[in-house]
């Protein structure tokens, strides 16, 4: 069984910056993190294998945020710069133990914190 709390949300300047956190405990493989805006899907953000060897990212958020993570922490992290407005949403974590690269999906995931809100006002 995989738990993880995520923290770090909050309000914003447009062009300023936050650092998500996602603490796990148990075991984790490939992780990512995804938003939701009200009446909108949840899309994925960023995703990293478990050496952090590989990431990937919305073409949305590419150049901006940067998914990173610490095993000995079992913390993975998401900094984000350069906010704009439209990266208002809720942000949440995942934990995905499929084969292959790391998905972008959410369906491929199994486990997911609780979300985090991002305000980033104009």
């Known amino acids: 069984q995989v738990q993880l709390v995520e923290s770090g949300g909050g309000l914003v300047q447009a062009g300023g910056s936050l650092r998500l956190s996602c603490a796990a405990s148990g075991r984790t493989s490939k992780m990512g993190w995804f938003r939701q805006a009200p009446g909108k899907e949840r899309e994925f953000v960023a995703g990293i294998s478990w050496s952090g060897g590989l990431t990937n990212y919305a073409d949305s958020v590419k150049g901006r945020f940067t998914i990173s993570r610490d095993n000995a922490k079992s913390t993975v992290y998401l900094q984000m710069n350069s906010l704009k407005p439209e990266d208002t949403a809720v942000y949440y974590c995942?934990?995905?133990?499929?084969?292959?690269?790391?998905?972008?999906?959410?369906?491929?995931?199994?486990?997911w914190g609780q979300g985090t809100q991002v305000t980033v006002s104009s």
């Open positions: 995942a934990a995905s133990f499929r084969f292959g690269g790391v998905p972008t999906a959410p369906s491929e995931y199994g486990y």
